[in-house]
C-alpha cells in the first residue's frame, strides 16, 4: 500500500503570500514585452510603504524562492528581483536593482540581483565579476534606512534553514 505525503496545512498569510506573488507575476508577463525596463521598474515601484516585521519578511523571501522554482524551475532571477524589490521597497528596505549581461560561448547571457545599503542580496559572489552592469534603479539609494543589509541577510539565511 502506497503512503501519501501529509496534507499541507496553509495559513492566511501564506495564502496572502502567494496570492501576492502570483498576482506581480502575472503583471510582469502581461507587460514586460510591451514596455522599456525604466517603465516596468516604475509598475513595480511601490506607492505604499509599511514596515514589515523580520519574520514576514522571511516567510515571503522562504515563499517566492519556493514557488518560483516550482513555476520556473530555472533562471528566474528576473522575476525574483523584480517581487522582491517590490515587496522589499514597500517594506521600507534601501534596495536597489541591478542588471547585468557577460557574453561567453557565443551565448548572452544577462543575470539580475539586488542590494541592499550597497551589499549583494542573496547571492554567492559578486554577480560584477561575471555581469557588466547595465542598468541601476534606483541610481541612488533613499538617504532613509530603519534595516540594514545584516538583516536582510540573517533573514534569508533563516528562510533558507528552515525549507532545509
Known sequence: MEKYPERVKLSWKT???VCYIIYWLVVLELIK???SLPVLLKVFEPSLRRTRKEKDVR???HTLDALLGRLYRADFCFQ???????YLRSARYPVR???GVTYKHNQLRGHAWL???G???LERTDPRSVYTVIYTYPLHTPKHSEVHYEYVLE???QAQRASA
Do not use: M, W
Open 97 to 99: 536593482i541591478h542588471y
Open 119 to 121: 551589499k549583494y542580496l
Open 59 to 61: 516567510h515571503f523571501i
Open 155 to 157: 533573514t534569508y539565511h
Open 33 to 35: 514585452h510591451r514596455v
Open 15 to 17: 495564502v496572502r503570500t
Open 80 to 86: 525574483r528581483s523584480l517581487i522582491l524589490f517590490r
Open 115 to 117: 542590494t541592499v545599503d
